[in-house]
């Protein structure tokens, strides 16, 4: 996991009127796809399809679900839907709030990664049943 920093990423944003959106989308997935364990070649795909109305919500929805287990059930995937849909500019701009909650929680997990803690996280996924 790479730590960005968020006012950077947010000033970029702005600066590209959502644009950038696109490209931290597809960075930070594919992050998050390695992390899992996963293909990372699926970041592209999914990439393709957010800014395409009403294929978006696939993208979105594989990129919450990726996110939910990335914090250990922290931010459950419908939620994280939710917020990219609701708060995206036009509908086909990745949403700054979405980019904003994603990359803060990415850098807390980059942070325990640098300080060479394990990944823990009060989320659902690590209480006991």
């Known amino acids: ?3 960005r920093n ?4 947010l000033g970029l944003w702005l600066s590209t009127l959502g644009l950038y959106g696109n490209y931290w989308f597809f960075l930070s997935t ?4 390695v992390r899992e364990g996963r293909d990372p070649d699926e970041a592209s795909t999914w990439t393709l399809m957010a800014p395409l109305p009403i294929i978006n919500i696939r993208a ?3 990129q919450s679900k990726l996110f939910e287990q990335t914090t250990r059930g922290k931010y459950p995937a419908a939620l994280m839907l939710a917020i990219w849909m609701l708060t995206s500019p036009i509908g086909v701009i ?7 909650i994603t990359q ?6 980059a942070a ?3 300080a060479g803690l394990p990944h823990a996280n009060p989320g659902r996924a690590d209480r006991d049943p």
């Open 1 to 3: 996991m790479k730590k």
């Open 6 to 9: 968020l006012f950077q990423i």
């Open 30 to 33: 594919r992050e998050m796809l």
């Open 60 to 62: 979105y929805w594989k």
């Open 94 to 100: 990745v949403s700054p709030v979405g980019l904003i």
């Open 104 to 109: 803060h929680e990415l850098n807390k997990i």
């Open 112 to 114: 325990r990664e640098d």
